[in-house]
């Protein structure tokens, strides 16, 4: 019986590890949806499986092998708190979360729309949590429910809100990070008179940065959480100038104790950083060597990561 109580266990740890997740369920008006009521049933609404391949088109909503786009479409208003509801875990790898949104074109009902093009504005992110090299830590890891707001600013209008997690616990090598992808239909009632930007495509927006990384070892010192920078701008409004011109920022070194600081200063009259100047940026930081290096044999790494294959890993204390 012992040795029976212990295959249990062991089926029971195995079928943890590979269950995985997705976001089936979105919050409105403070209640839960059902499952695949607002957000579109993605490819993996039965095996988990993330997305691992940022070229594909499956990186937008990974629905690709569904047919139609399934879904109602929520009531928002701007400036309301909406969320995500992983299952049938909670995001249970170490990772970042963002959240994107994406007007439809006008007279395109939203329900009928891919999100292709430069559509997408970045309006929420969980990154981690680095402190110099000692230690880094992924506040969204355990998650089940992401909550966000809508920016009061959104214009009124019919959107995809896309949210990702990406994994990380094996994104030492090129396709490793794990994408955990949902979008969701959206009608953006009382809204304001914003313009969103960075626009930017999926696929098209993600390369390396943030996403081809070591997060054991050496533990990172700075972090580049993907995508644009966020909007409306956070943390920094009042350097929002009007003075005519758009410069970007942003400072990045080997020696920076805390995470890589994006300044970006816009004039009224501008929309958005030119796409060349966010590129300037991101070619900086990816200059300051994010993406470290493999392990070395006696390394302090505190866990050791075994690879199956795509889908399959673990990572355990040493
Ligand atoms: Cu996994």
């Given at each position: 019986?012992?040795?029976?109580?212990?295959?249990?266990?062991?089926a029971?740890?195995?079928?943890?590890?590979?269950?995985?997740?997705?976001?089936?369920?979105?919050?409105?008006?403070?209640?839960?949806?059902?499952?695949?009521?607002y957000?579109?049933?993605?490819?993996?609404?039965?095996?988990?499986?993330p997305?691992?391949?940022v070229?594909?088109?499956d990186?937008?909503c990974?629905?690709?092998t569904q047919?139609?786009t399934?879904?109602?479409?929520?009531?928002?208003?701007?400036?309301?708190?909406?969320?995500?509801?992983?299952?049938?875990t909670?995001?249970?790898?170490?990772?970042v979360?963002?959240?994107?949104?994406?007007?439809?074109p006008?007279?395109?009902?939203?329900?009928?729309?891919?999100?292709?093009?430069?559509?997408w504005?970045?309006?929420?992110?969980?990154?981690?949590?680095?402190?110099?090299?000692?230690?880094?830590t992924?506040?969204?890891?355990g998650?089940t429910?992401?909550?966000?707001?809508?920016?009061?600013?959104t214009?009124?209008?019919?959107?995809?809100?896309?949210?990702?997690?990406?994994?990380?616990?094996v994104?030492?090598t090129?396709?490793?990070?794990?994408?955990?992808?949902?979008?969701?239909?959206v009608?953006?009632?009382?809204?304001?008179s914003?313009t969103?930007?960075?626009?930017v495509?999926?696929?098209?927006?993600?390369?390396?940065?943030?996403?081809?990384?070591n997060?054991?070892?050496?533990?990172?010192?700075n972090?580049?959480?993907?995508?644009?920078?966020?909007?409306?701008?956070?943390?920094?409004?009042?350097?929002?100038?009007s003075t005519?011109?758009?410069?970007?920022k942003?400072?990045?070194?080997?020696?920076?104790?805390?995470?890589?600081?994006?300044?970006?200063?816009?004039?009224v009259?501008?929309?958005?950083?030119?796409?060349?100047?966010?590129?300037a940026v991101?070619?900086?930081?990816?200059?300051?060597?994010r993406?470290g290096?493999?392990?070395?044999?006696?390394?302090?790494?505190?866990?050791?990561?075994?690879?199956?294959?795509?889908?399959?890993?673990?990572?355990?204390?040493a």
């Open positions: 019986m012992k040795a029976f109580s212990a295959l249990v266990a062991l029971t740890f195995a079928a943890k590890v590979s269950a995985h997740y997705v976001f089936p369920q979105f919050i409105v008006g403070g209640v839960d949806s059902s499952d695949w009521e957000n579109r049933q993605t490819n993996n609404y039965l095996s988990n499986n997305v691992t391949d070229t594909t088109e990186i937008r990974y629905t690709s047919s139609g399934a879904g109602a479409t929520a009531s928002v208003a701007a400036g309301s708190t909406v969320g995500f509801i992983s299952g049938p909670d995001m249970y790898h170490p990772g979360v963002n959240v994107y949104m994406a007007q439809a006008s007279g395109t009902d939203v329900a009928d729309w891919d999100g292709s093009g430069d559509v504005f970045r309006i929420f992110q969980i990154p981690p949590v680095l402190d110099g090299g000692s230690t880094i992924f506040p969204s890891e998650m429910i992401v909550n966000f707001e809508i920016p009061s600013e214009p009124s209008g019919q959107y995809l809100i896309r949210i990702e997690q990406i994994a990380l616990h994104a030492s090129y396709g490793g990070a794990q994408f955990y992808i949902a979008c969701a239909q009608e953006v009632t009382n809204g304001g914003g969103p930007g960075p626009l495509a999926f696929p098209g927006e993600y390369t390396e940065p943030g996403i081809l990384i997060i054991y070892y050496p533990i990172p010192t972090y580049t959480q993907p995508g644009p920078p966020l909007w409306p701008s956070t943390g920094g409004s009042s350097t929002v100038e005519g011109t758009t410069t970007v942003s400072t990045s070194t080997a020696t920076s104790s805390k995470e890589t600081t994006t300044i970006v200063t816009t004039s009259t501008s929309t958005a950083p030119s796409s060349s100047a966010t590129a991101e070619n900086t930081l990816n200059a300051a060597g993406d290096p493999e392990p070395q044999s006696g390394d302090a790494s505190p866990f050791v990561c075994t690879v199956s294959n795509e889908y399959y890993s673990q990572c355990l204390p």
